[in-house]
């Protein structure tokens, strides 16, 4: 509840530090492009994304790339199937450099949209009107889930650290 109006990446960098003290967290509150980035994300080790839409997604997988970095993106969700059914449903990537990318490992739903909205001057004109979140049955998400899914992360990053991954990863949770 403390975090509720929050931003992401400040909430959850304090909890990260409150979980284990001894890391450094840097939260950058700013999207990836903006120059207040640059300088903040020098000396980054693991970029780490929880993002909703896909242009995000790949402007930080191209980010990750371009300076060699791990990129760890985690996406979850809870939707109404074809059949009625609740699904719930985590993605957790890690891409490593060199090792495949988010279009080599796959999770974009619209690679042609994403590309678009990425590198679409400022104020051009969208290919199409904006979605709605819940356009697509989705339901919103649940701190269970979440849990499930960072905590996934956190072991392939755990994995990538002892060297028992050698490439990327794309894990797939659903319930």
Known sequence: EADVGANKAIALGRRLVAFQSGLLVQAVPYPLGDRRCDG???????????VDQDSARLRASHWARDRLVPHLDIGTGVSQAASGDRQLAADVRLLLPGAGCIRC?????DLDQAEYDLHAPAGALPRRPPEAWNARGRMGSLVTLNSMAVATGVQSWLDLLVATLASSVWHRLRW
């Open 40 to 50: 903040a994300l020098a000396a980054t080790d693991l970029i780490v994304t929880c």
């Open 105 to 109: 490992v796959g999770g974009l739903a």
